[in-house]
């Protein structure tokens, strides 16, 4: 080490000095400026990552006119949203990790040292009450476990984030200096390897690996090849109905059976259509048929391929008149639903593999996967794939 990097070392080890406590208050070798920092630095990294593809699902489901969504590449919504939840899984035991290696510095006397100190302790309130936040709310949706949150988690969710990154940016702004030093290996290491116990490396060893198996044991519900390792995924993509998981059953849709008979049951394509029409369940059949291989992607994680096959709804859309341009809505027969109703964007609308579908791998639809007719589109979460359809409404 040269003179230079050897003074600044000193001085930079000084102001960590007092912004970490001091040797006698760490109780253990792993609340170490240096493992906390590799667990910050791998945390910034899943969280940022989390971050923008929840933000992607948030626009899906949230669409703003002014930056229409693709309807390419059609699997773009499966990957991001894979791995919004695997980045979101992998991050609790790091999440929790960092606590516990962060805690004694809580404790640190005295409480304010100046300004910068001052913001970079009231920072870590927005982040660490956000990062347990989203992380137990992300969760329980994963798990299906609504009770603690009902409608309350799309928004909280979403706004908690913002919070959480605000105060991650303050965070990371604050930390860098310090975080530099402690991975570059100049500062003094206050906690050489204990002679007992774990020390730095397997400490984080262990977390990795904990953070790993969870991911691994969670990831197949939506990475077909590797479905027989996750143990823990609440859906496995070759599992319910059809081989295939769902998530509202019919009985849950509380639809009436005889809305959906070959006598009752109608398509209208209406709204602000120029010749609306509707038609039949034989009427549909009758018309030309296009088969295409897409996902069902759950915004909670979980996704499956399947070969749909149904009418193209360029196709009616083109018969009723509609403007190119036009945006549409399209309903589910099922009333009093969130999810009953899914709006597409022109692009959307008119690609060519976005279908009315009637049957899922060669056999008609079970009533679970939305018998008669469901929509089925490329690159949008499964939320948006409407089952049971009543009506296109043109907007
Ligand atoms: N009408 C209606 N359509 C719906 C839903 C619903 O609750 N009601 N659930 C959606 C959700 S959240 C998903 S992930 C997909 C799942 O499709 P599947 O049940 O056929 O697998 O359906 C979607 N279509
Ligand atoms: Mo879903």
């Known amino acids: 080490m040269n003179q230079s990097v050897a003074e600044r070392a000193r001085r930079v080890a000084s102001e960590v000095q007092s912004v970490v406590p001091d040797e006698e208050s760490f109780t253990s070798p792993l609340h170490s400026t240096r493992t906390a920092a590799i667990l910050g630095i791998t945390l910034g990294i899943t969280f940022t990552i989390c971050f923008v593809t929840g933000l992607v699902s948030h626009l899906h489901q949230n669409p703003v006119s002014w930056l229409p969504l693709p309807s390419r590449p059609a699997g773009l919504y499966r990957a991001s949203q894979s791995l919004h939840i695997a980045t979101g899984i992998a991050s609790v035991p790091l999440l929790l990790a960092k ?59 979403f706004w908690a984030a913002w919070i959480t990154m605000g105060g991650l940016v303050v965070h990371i702004g604050a930390k860098v200096p310090a975080a530099r030093l402690a991975i570059s290996r100049r500062a003094p290491d206050l906690h050489p390897p204990s002679s007992g116990g774990l020390d ?28 027989r390792l996750s143990v823990l995924a609440p859906r496995l993509p070759d599992r319910g109905p059809q081989g295939h998981p769902i998530n509202r059953t019919f009985a849950e849709s509380a639809i009436k059976p005889d809305a959906l008979t070959e006598e009752n049951y109608r398509l209208v394509i209406g709204g602000a259509a120029p010749k609306g029409f509707s038609l039949t369940l034989a009427e549909l059949r ?96 499964g939320v948006q794939q409407t089952k049971w359809l009543g009506t296109v409404v043109v907007l």
Not at 206 to 221: D, K, M, N
């Open 286 to 381: 009758a018309m030309p048929q296009h088969e295409t291989d897409l996902p069902i992607q759950c915004v909670e994680g979980w996704s499956y391929s399947a070969r749909w096959r149904g009418v193209r709804l360029s196709d009616l859309l083109d018969r009723a008149g509609v403007d190119p341009a036009a945006m549409l809505r399209v309903d589910s027969i099922e009333s009093n639903s969130l999810y009953g109703s899914s709006p597409l964007n022109a692009e959307q609308a008119r690609d060519r593999d976005t279908i009315l579908a009637l049957e899922i791998d060669g056999q008609p639809l079970a009533p679970d996967h939305g018998y008669p007719l469901r929509l089925i589109s490329p690159n949008r979460p």
């Open 99 to 157: 606590l516990w290696t962060v805690y004694p510095s809580l404790l640190e006397r005295p409480v304010v040292g100046s300004v910068a100190h001052l913001l970079e302790r009231i920072s870590l309130i927005p982040l660490v009450g956000g990062s347990l936040f989203m992380l137990f709310t992300g969760s329980a949706n994963i798990v299906q476990w609504y009770t603690p949150m009902d409608f309350y988690f799309t928004p909280g969710h």
């Open 200 to 227: 730095r490396r397997g400490f984080l060893a262990t977390i990795f690996a904990t953070s790993g198996v969870l991911t691994l044991a969670t990831v197949g519900q939506t990475v077909w090849p590797l479905r």
